[in-house]
């Protein structure tokens, strides 16, 4: 039996035409340092013309410094502990409550491959009803196939952009097919807690669990960044 796949143009979102190239400014320290230069240097002048030049160069400096310390290790600790502190109360599951079903969330090669496996390793012990991969390749679907599992018990689509959309379109395969199962959600730890409360937002019963393959600093450094902006942007929109 085939994976149930279902793959689909992706819906546009005018806000992405914006997200991305924001996205790109706060991941490149020279273009987000030269931004906050200008715009302290703008401010400095406007609202305090009595500095004196040294004192304006000074405030600038300070800045674009402070602005480069979000990139270092340090920063990347601090979000991260933030992050987890974020993540919503867990569902407990009872002894007799139906299997939860794994979802797993687009989120790059090498952290699906750390997802993929862990679902299926689920799914092999019968600590899962079935897996579904929200917002990712077909690629992915089959490496959980691969890995031992029966492909009637895997499905997803490559439809959802977003996390937000993840959750939807998550939500409404397991009202067809699994309606009482709780969601065990298998992401990164970085975005566990913003994708914890998506779900939760949708009614589903949900237990995070984080799984963090072997990144490079700089990558953690991204993944907490862009993690922090989503959950900010989330709090303005009343998602969390």
């Known amino acids: 039996m085939p994976i149930e796949w279902i793959d689909c143009k992706p819906i546009s979102l005018v ?7 924001l996205l790109y400014v706060l991941f490149t320290p ?12 703008a401010l400095t002048v406007v609202l305090s013309i009595r500095l004196s030049w ?41 002894e007799d409550a139906p299997r939860p079903v794994a979802v797993l969330l687009g989120r790059g090669a090498k952290i699906g491959r750390a997802t993929s496996r862990k679902a299926a390793q689920l799914l092999n012990d019968h600590k899962v009803e079935a897996v579904y991969v929200s917002g990712d390749r077909l690629s992915t679907a089959q490496r959980v196939v691969k890995l031992g599992a029966p492909a009637e018990r895997v499905a997803g689509d490559s439809c959802a952009r977003t996390t937000w959309q993840n959750a939807t379109r998550t939500n409404a395969w397991l009202q067809r097919n699994h309606p009482e199962a709780p969601v065990l959600l298998i992401t990164d730890p970085w975005q566990l807690p913003r994708a914890a409360h998506a779900f939760a937002g949708q009614g589903l019963k949900v237990m995070p669990m984080a799984i963090s393959p072997q990144l490079n600093s700089r990558t953690r450094n991204r993944l907490a960044l862009r993690e922090t902006a989503g959950t900010l942007l989330y ?6």
């Open 235 to 240: 709090r303005l929109q009343g998602r969390m």
């Open 54 to 94: 040294l004192n304006r160069s000074l405030i600038v400096i300070s800045a674009v410094l402070s602005v480069n310390i979000i990139y270092s290790p340090l920063a990347t600790q601090w979000l991260s502990v933030w992050l987890s502190s974020q993540l919503p109360q867990t569902f407990e599951r009872a």
């Open 15 to 21: 806000w992405f035409s914006w997200r991305e190239p």
């Open 30 to 41: 020279w273009l987000l340092s030269l931004f906050a230069g200008l715009l302290i240097t």
